[in-house]
């Protein structure tokens, strides 16, 4: 199975709930903040949860967290 890093920016004040909710879900991935300063993060998972992460996004941002992919899904 093809591991997959997808890199984020998140607001600093989501930074927290973000990273709750991303790893609360098992086998979903790991968030690994890379620039605290900036909040950006990578997100370690596999090819087989990239499109239930991307409608995580989907649903987060709706929801009004503003996560902004550095890297397409």
Do not use: C, W
Not at 40 to 67: D, M, P
């Amino acid at each position: 199975m093809e591991d997959v890093i997808i890199k984020v920016k998140v607001p600093r004040s989501q930074l927290a709930f973000f990273i709750a909710i991303i790893e609360s879900y098992e086998g979903l991935g790991v968030v690994r903040v890379t620039h605290r300063k900036e909040t950006e993060a990578e997100i370690y998972t596999s090819a087989y949860a990239r499109e239930i992460l991307s409608q995580l996004f989907h649903n987060l941002r709706r929801e009004g967290v503003l996560i902004r992919p550095l890297r397409a899904l």
